[in-house]
């Protein structure tokens, strides 16, 4: 296996081409950052119209009449600028139908997405009138909605035996989706893989120090590998009380290269923390450790804190944040002087659904890595902006990012330089929905990195590969 070692230069007498041995770069060095979100898409669901007749208001009927009939028509019809209206002028008739009020303000507070008052009405429904089933049941659905889903059972169960027989249908359809989604919900991911520059090396075969010339080994320039990657994660978010819960994210993941093994990766990664869930937002705290191997023995541990927030702003956008604090930790003696420590990242991204099948995101990022060798340590700053646009089931994923890293001291071999680096990638998918086996969808990738850096005969490099993944998730 390769590792990083620390040795001292002795400048030959005689000779301008020496073999040198380049160190190599150190490995999961990204696993340690906030990890971006993955922005998708969003499906929304088809609501079924409900059979309504024409509204009929007569010169005999009175005014609480008549206001209490554009209220049936606004509930039905969704006409949430009617009911704004007419809501006002039947709360100061006298002898109003409170229950009424109560449900049709629920019912446009709910299409505002302002579940919080319109849970709270429904309730004050059903502590006067607990016989109510239909209101119990839209309370149901209205609790699932924001995501509760210990009250959202109760409420539904409580309902079922009193509605009519396709309500119950319904009814049952919640209740499922409810223990589903507080289930267990494990992915599968496995994807050939081939690159040329597994080692993350330089492709400059020489080296000026102290103006002597020296040439790179065999070891030490860009080599090739093929091999797959594969991964199998398990996570579970379980509803405790309220919008609050509990959650558990695991996932055993890799690459194998059979023709190159010493690069081989693994890594187990696990988190149990707490999280807060409603209908338009949710933030979490995650401890997490996570142990990685390279090649065969264990490489290094890493173990931490991460903090997120999730909030639709409106139907179209999205806004999201991370932020991260890692404990680093590497097992060989020599690297752990020089390399041991942590990183606090942050990471800020903001998605606009343009059209039902288009998505744009992006975002801003930036991290300090802080390690014993100060020459080793960095500041980070980055931008991100992507795409995912869906046409007739054929969907691609176009990502671009860019990221500026400083290191604070000078750098070992040479002391007149502090590394700058400039790292440029480029991430591509392409899939087609309806090409698939038992929900394994096969999706084509590729990856390509280029990093500049000031000190380029041991720090520029670049990387591309193509890959064909299969993906499910249950």
Not at 343 to 352: A, E, F, K
């Amino acid at each position: 296996m390769k590792k990083i070692i620390n040795f001292l230069i002795f400048l030959p007498l005689v000779g301008q081409a020496e073999i040198f041995h380049v160190p190599q770069s150190i490995f999961f060095e990204n696993n340690t950052l906030p990890k971006q979100p993955e922005p998708q898409i969003k499906t929304h669901l088809k609501t079924e119209n409900l059979p309504v007749s024409s509204i009929t208001v007569s010169e005999q009927d009175s005014s609480k009449n008549k206001i209490e009939k554009l209220i049936n028509y606004g509930v039905v019809k969704q006409q949430w600028a009617l009911l704004k209206q007419v809501l006002p002028l039947y709360q100061q008739q006298a002898n109003y139908d409170v229950t009424l009020y109560r449900y049709a303000k629920g019912a446009m507070l709910r299409a505002e997405q302002e579940y919080a008052e319109a849970i709270a009405l429904y309730q004050q429904i059903l502590v006067d009138k607990p016989e109510l089933s239909y209101p119990r049941f839209d309370l149901g659905v209205m609790l699932f909605e924001n995501k509760q889903y210990r009250q959202a059972e109760i409420e539904l169960k409580q309902a079922k035996p009193m509605l009519s027989p396709q309500m119950q249908q319904l009814a049952d359809r919640y209740l499922q989706a409810i223990t589903e989604r507080q289930s267990w919900q494990p992915d599968v991911e496995l994807q050939y893989t081939q690159t040329d520059n597994v080692n993350n090396a330089s492709s400059q075969q020489d080296i000026i120090l102290g103006g002597l010339r020296f040439k790179k080994d065999e070891e030490s320039l860009p080599q090739k590998a093929h091999g797959f990657r594969y991964g199998l994660g398990l996570n579970r978010e379980l509803n405790l009380d309220g919008n609050h819960f509990i959650a558990f994210n695991s996932r055993f993941s890799g690459v194998h290269y059979w023709d190159n093994q010493d690069y081989s990766e693994k890594s187990l990664y696990a988190s149990l923390g707490y999280r807060h869930r409603s209908a338009l937002q949710a933030f979490g705290f995650m401890p997490f450790f996570e142990q990685n191997w390279l090649g065969s023995p264990r490489y290094s541990k890493n173990y931490g804190m991460v903090a997120d927030f999730r909030r639709e702003l409106s139907t179209y956008w999205v806004i999201s944040t991370s932020i991260s604090h890692t404990q680093k930790r590497y097992v060989e003696p020599s690297v752990a002087r020089r390399h041991n420590g942590y990183i606090n990242g942050v990471t800020l991204s903001l998605s606009y659904q343009v059209k039902p099948n288009w998505l744009l995101f992006g975002g801003v990022e930036g991290s300090i890595d802080r390690s014993k060798d100060k020459a080793e340590s960095s500041l980070r700053r980055g931008v991100n902006i992507g795409t995912v646009w869906e046409i007739r089931d054929l969907v691609s994923r176009v990502s671009l990012r860019y990221v500026k890293r400083d290191f604070r001291a000078e750098n070992f071999y040479f002391p007149e330089k502090k590394r700058q680096d400039k790292e440029y990638s480029l991430n591509t998918t392409l899939w087609y929905n309806k090409l698939q086996w038992k929900g394994f969808v096969p999706k084509l990738n590729y990856r390509y990195r280029k990093i500049d850096s000031n000190i380029p005969a041991f720090y520029s490099r670049k990387s591309s590969e193509w890959f064909v993944s299969v993906e499910k998730q249950f």
